[in-house]
């Protein structure tokens, strides 16, 4: 599980540069941490599918690809915590029901490359 992305952290959000930097620097220490905390080393070099299951805090309008855009620092941070680069990834975003606070529920899923 991860924290829903803030909404500074959409591509379409025009901010100050500083409050966005720390923004993602928060999301990228989620990310890091969810990583750590499941003590698990993914390996170099195979391929693997992140299941993003977004559950929004409240019935507002939201766009998928942008909510997709907005977890990049989060699944940076899981990819160091993992000790993978990032280029091994690919987000596959989908919809949870509402949840009070909002989350993302998060699964990785190594990619059969046929």
């Keep these: 599980m991860l924290p829903f992305p803030d909404p500074i952290l959409n591509p379409n959000k025009h ?11 928060a999301a990228k220490e989620a990310g890091f941490y969810l990583a750590l905390e499941k003590s698990v080393q993914l390996e170099t070099g195979k391929r693997y599918e992140v299941k993003l299951v977004f559950c929004p805090p409240d019935q507002r309008s939201r766009d998928l690809d942008n909510l997709t855009a907005s ?14 680069d990032d280029k091994q990834i690919r987000p596959v975003p989908d919809w949870g029901p509402i ?13 059969n490359e046929s």
């Excluded at 977890?71 to 993978?84: E, H, S, T, V, Y």
Aim: glycine residues 14%.
């Design 15 to 25: 901010v100050h540069w500083a409050k966005k930097n720390h923004a993602r620097k």
């Design 71 to 84: 977890m990049k620092p989060a699944l940076d941070g899981m990819c160091r915590g993992f000790g993978i």
């Design 99 to 111: 949840v009070a606070g909002g989350k993302v529920e998060v699964t990785i899923i190594e990619r």
